[in-house]
């Protein structure tokens, strides 16, 4: 069973800055895809960022476009997710995700494509 390792989770101001990291056991994803996903109290998962291993292209949720990056380091095979300028609106559960192969753009937002995830970690945006 692999399991992909979150951490950089917590607590900070409307404005801050936080780092999520999402480490993987082993090179199983590198022809793939990693993604980040969040879900708030109350409501669905969504998508925040993904990038294609080989190439390292991107894609982002328009929520959070130009404020955070998602980057690979193909040494550690651990994926960052930096976040910057930090609302409220941004408190969820992130959720690290990979799958072995890539799909469409469309498909790679979608939880679905992805069959490992984190466990999960909590950023609370305070106001």
């Known amino acids: 069973q692999v399991q992909l390792v979150e951490s950089g989770g917590g607590l900070v101001q409307a404005g801050g800055s936080l780092r999520l990291s999402c480490a993987a056991p082993?090179?199983?994803?590198?022809?793939?895809?990693m993604g980040w996903f969040r879900q708030a109290p109350g409501k669905e998962r969504e998508f925040v960022a993904r990038?294609?291993?080989?190439?390292?292209?991107?894609d982002y949720a328009n929520s959070v476009k130009g404020r955070f990056t998602i980057s690979r380091d193909d040494a550690k095979i651990t994926v960052y997710l930096q976040m910057n300028s930090l609302k409220p609106d941004d408190t969820a559960v992130y959720l690290c995700?990979?799958?072995?192969?890539?799909?469409?753009?469309?498909?790679?937002?979608?939880?679905?494509?992805?069959?490992?995830w984190g466990q999960g970690t909590q950023v609370t945006v305070s106001s």
């Open positions: 990038i294609i291993w080989t190439g390292g292209s991107t």
């Open positions: 082993g090179r199983t994803f590198v022809s793939g895809v």
């Open positions: 995700a990979a799958a072995a192969t890539v799909g469409s753009a469309t498909s790679v937002r979608r939880d679905w494509w992805y069959n490992y």
